[in-house]
C-alpha cells in the first residue's frame, strides 16, 4: 500500500494533538483522491479528541458542525476540518442522528461513512494508510459502494443517494448494483433533505469533470425525478430538426460540453436548464415540433430551480437571466443600434457568459461550435466599447439633477424621462450632448403632460 505524503504543516497540527494525548487522522477526499493521483486540497481529519478538547488546543477554531462533532481548525492560513470518532445513534427522521455517541475508536467512524473509497484513513506522522473496508479492491474497480446494507445506510442519510451520483460524476465511476437499486428504492426520501446539503452536492456534481455521469445515473435511478422533476420531463420530448436527442438529453449534453470547455458554475448551470421549459410549450408539428417562447419559461422554471435550492441572490440572478437569453439571434445585418441595444439589455459583464452558453449549446447539437457569427458580434460590440457610445443611463451627458433644473418633477419622472433619452440615444449616439437631451426632455415631458391630462 501506497502512504500518504504528509505535508509539514500537517505534522506540525498533528503533534498538537499527540502532546495531549490524542490521535488525529486525514480521512475522506484528500486519500482516495491521492490514491487516484488527482490533486485536493480539502483535508478532513478524525480524531478521538472531543470537540471542546480541540477547541482548548487551538486559538481559532469555528464550530462549524458542533452538533455533529465537527469543528474547523485554523492552522497556518489553512482550514482543518476536524470530526470526532463517533457512531450515531439511530436515525429518526433520515436527516438528523437522534444521538451522536463519540466514541474512542477508528475502526467505528470509517465504518459510518458513505462509501468504501471515502473510507481511508491515513496516520498523520507516517502517512500509513489504512483501508478497513476494502476501498483499495472498489477503487481499482472504479466502483461506488456504500459500506454494510446499501438500504439501511440511505434510510439513515438520504443524501447519501444523490452522493453516490455526485461522486461518480467526480470520478466518472460506476456505482455497484446493490447501492444502485437501494438508491431505487431510498429515492423519496431525498425530499426530506435539506436544500443546503442538495445544493452543495449539485453544484459540485454540475461543476465536476463528468457531470453527465452522475446526471445519468440520477435520471436512470429516478433521483432526478424526485429532486428536479422539472428537468426530468424532458425525457422522451423529441425535437426533430437539428436536434437528435430529446430535450433531458440535449439539456445534459449542453452541461457536458459547459464542463469539457471548463466554464465556470452558472454556466454549466444554465446549460442543464436552458431548455426546461420546452416540455410546456411543445407544439407538435410533421417531423418537427416547435417551442416557441420557450426560453421564457425556461428562465421561470430555473429560476424556480435555483431559488428551491437557496442559491445565493446572484447565482438566481445569472442563471435566470443566461437561460433567459439564450436564444439570442444575431445576423451580420443587425444595426449598430440593435447592438447597442443587445449590450443594454444582456449587460457587458454577463456577455462573455452568455455566448459560453451558445458554445455549449451548439456543441451539444453538432458536436461542434460555429463561433463566426459570435465571434463578429464580438467585434462589433468591441469596436461600440472603443467609441465610448452611451449604454447605460450613467454614460448620457446629463442626470436626474440637470432634468429637475428645467422642471422634471423629483420621483418617477425622473427615472422614466432618462430612460426616454437612452432609448433615443443608444439608436443615435450623436444626440448624446446636453442642449440635445435637455430640449428632447421637455417635447417629452410636455407628450407625456398631455397624454395624462387628455
Ligand atoms: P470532495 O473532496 O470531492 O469534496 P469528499 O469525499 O472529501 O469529496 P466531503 O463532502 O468533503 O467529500 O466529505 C468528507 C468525508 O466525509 C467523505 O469522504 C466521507 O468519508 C464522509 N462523509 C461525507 N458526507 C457523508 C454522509 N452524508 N454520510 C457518511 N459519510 C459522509
Ligand atoms: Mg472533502
Redesign the pocket.
Given at each position: 500500500m501506497k502512504t500518504f505524503p504528509v505535508s509539514a504543516s500537517i505534522k506540525r497540527f498533528s503533534s498538537r494533538f499527540k502532546k495531549a494525548g490524542f490521535t488525529l487522522y486525514i480521512?475522506?477526499?484528500?486519500i482516495?483522491?491521492y490514491l487516484l493521483g488527482l490533486e485536493?486540497g480539502?483535508f478532513?481529519f478524525t480524531t478521538d479528541a472531543e470537540p471542546s478538547e480541540v477547541k482548548a488546543l487551538f486559538s481559532h477554531v469555528i464550530p462549524t458542525g458542533i452538533d455533529h462533532g465537527t469543528v474547523t481548525v485554523i492552522f497556518e492560513k489553512q482550514m482543518f476540518e476536524v470530526t470526532t470518532f463517533r457512531s450515531e445513534g439511530i436515525y429518526l427522521d433520515g436527516r438528523h442522528p437522534s444521538s451522536v455517541t463519540f466514541i474512542r475508536n477508528l475502526e467505528e467512524d470509517l465504518k459510518?461513512?458513505?462509501f468504501t473509497i471515502?473510507?481511508f484513513a491515513a496516520d498523520c506522522t507516517t502517512g500509513a494508510i489504512i483501508d478497513l473496508n476494502n476501498g483499495l479492491k472498489d477503487l481499482r474497480e472504479k466502483t461506488i459502494r456504500a459500506i454494510g446494507d446499501p438500504q439501511k445506510r440511505f434510510e439513515e442519510?438520504a443524501?447519501?443517494i444523490f452522493?453516490a451520483c455526485r461522486?461518480a460524476s467526480?470520478l466518472n465511476f460506476i456505482i455497484e448494483e446493490n447501492t444502485l437499486s437501494a438508491m431505487k428504492s431510498e429515492k423519496e426520501n431525498l425530499k426530506n433533505v435539506s436544500a443546503e446539503r442538495i445544493r452543495e452536492e449539485l453544484f459540485?456534481l454540475v461543476g465536476s469533470d463528468h457531470p453527465s455521469v452522475g446526471l445519468g445515473y440520477m435520471h436512470h435511478s429516478g433521483v432526478l425525478a424526485t429532486l428536479l422533476p422539472a428537468l426530468a420531463k424532458g425525457d422522451g420530448i423529441k425535437q426533430g430538426g437539428m436536434h437528435h436527442q430529446d430535450v433531458l438529453q440535449h439539456n445534459i449534453a449542453a452541461c457536458q460540453a459547459a464542463s469539457d470547455r471548463n466554464f465556470p458554475l452558472p454556466v454549466r448551470l444554465a446549460a442543464l436548464f436552458h431548455d426546461v421549459g420546452k416540455t410546456e410549450v411543445i407544439k407538435k408539428g410533421e417531423g418537427r415540433n416547435t417551442f416557441h417562447a420557450h426560453e421564457v419559461v425556461s428562465a421561470k422554471e430555473a429560476k424556480a430551480i435555483m431559488r428551491y435550492l437557496k442559491a445565493s441572490n446572484e447565482q438566481v440572478r445569472i442563471v435566470t437571466h443566461l437561460v433567459r437569453e439564450h436564444m439570442f439571434n444575431y445576423q451580420s445585418d443587425w444595426s449598430d443600434s440593435a447592438v447597442r441595444r443587445f449590450i443594454k439589455r444582456v449587460g457587458l459583464e454577463d456577455i462573455p457568459l452568455l455566448f459560453q452558453l451558445r458554445i455549449a449549446d451548439q456543441i451539444a447539437i453538432h458536436g461542434e461550435p460555429n463561433t463566426s457569427l459570435i465571434d463578429e458580434l464580438q467585434g462589433r460590440i468591441d469596436k461600440i466599447l472603443e467609441a465610448r457610445d452611451a449604454l447605460s443611463i450613467k454614460d448620457l451627458a446629463i442626470d436626474g439633477n440637470d432634468l429637475m433644473q428645467i422642471g422634471v418633477p423629483k420621483g418617477k419622472s425622473i427615472g422614466s424621462t432618462l430612460s426616454y433619452l437612452l432609448e433615443a440615444v443608444l439608436d443615435d449616439p450623436a444626440q448624446n450632448n446636453a442642449e440635445q437631451l435637455l430640449s428632447m426632455a421637455r417635447n417629452y415631458q410636455r407628450s407625456v403632460g398631455a397624454t395624462t391630462e387628455s
Open positions: 480521512v475522506g477526499g484528500a482516495r483522491d485536493n480539502d478532513d459510518r461513512r458513505d471515502n473510507a442519510d443524501l447519501r452522493r461522486i467526480k459540485k
